[in-house]
């Protein structure tokens, strides 16, 4: 079986939530990284109103600015109750501008507490990206 160019998968993990990401980019990693965090978190949305969201940041390195970029995610799920399911990210030098829409939950399964660093390293070769994450719940 072939792997879609881009996707997520959850990784059996004994005591927290393990999520492979793939994509054929940068700015695509990150967006299949939200996707499967807001899927293991079994995020759903209303279907109105849609709000849009801007984040820009920076950090040191591509797996720092990863999980800053998730955190904030979190962070607004948390604060506003509000996820995201269309995304457009530009990473240049590691600073990102992403411009999301989505909506207010309508339900949420489990949350997760934070993005770790561990076992994180974001991986790549001509064709592809691909980053294991590790969240703690």
């Known amino acids: ?22 994509a054929p980019d940068l700015p695509g990693l990150f967006e299949q ?41 979190l962070y607004i799920q948390s604060l506003d109750r509000l996820a995201f399911d269309a995304f457009q990210i530009d990473i240049s030098e590691w600073k990102l501008l992403a411009r999301m829409e989505g909506a207010p939950l309508e339900s949420l399964a489990k949350e ?10 974001i991986r790549s070769d001509r064709h592809q990206f691909e980053v294991r994450i590790v969240f703690d719940v």
């Open 1 to 22: 079986m072939h792997a879609p160019p881009a996707g997520f998968r959850e990784i059996a993990h004994t005591a927290d939530w393990e999520l492979e990401a793939w």
């Open 33 to 73: 990284a939200a996707r499967g965090m807001y899927s293991l978190m079994g995020v759903r949305l209303l279907s109105a109103p849609r709000l849009s969201r801007t984040l820009e940041m920076d950090a040191i390195d591509g797996e720092s600015l990863l999980v800053r970029f998730l955190e904030e995610l």
């Open 112 to 121: 997760i507490k934070a993005v770790t660093y561990h076992r994180l390293k």
